[in-house]
């Protein structure tokens, strides 16, 4: 059974960071990409981030580039967002995403709050 859990989220002035982390089980982890998407007030959820199986291929948002940082440590089953210099528009749910034989699988999403 496939499992996803976020956490890590929380209120952060502007400027600041946080670091996300992304539980996963339940699948071979390294087998697999990973996603950070992000869903703020009245808006889509949006893609923010994307790591390959190794990390050595990751994209980014245009909006969170040379700010974020998506990471993965294979042995723990684990995926990472680093978010520096924070901006109040980045207050969001952030979730862990990914597609599994065909599934789309979600996490429960961690609250982000960016401000002062």
């Known amino acids: 059974q496939v499992q996803i859990v976020e956490s890590g989220g929380g209120l952060v002035q502007p400027g600041g960071s946080l670091r996300l982390s992304c539980a996963a089980s339940g699948f071979s982890f390294s087998s697999y990409a990973m996603n950070w998407y992000r869903q703020r007030p009245g808006n889509e959820r949006e893609l923010v981030a994307t790591i390959s199986t190794a990390g050595l291929n990751r994209n980014y948002a245009d909006s969170v580039k040379g700010r974020f940082t998506i990471s993965r440590d294979n042995a723990k089953n684990t995926v990472y967002l680093q978010m520096n210099s924070l901006k109040p528009e980045g207050t969001a749910v952030y979730y862990c995403?990914?597609?599994?034989?065909?599934?789309?699988?979600w996490g429960q999403g961690t609250q982000v709050t960016v401000s002062s």
């Open positions: 995403y990914l597609i599994y034989r065909g599934i789309d699988y």
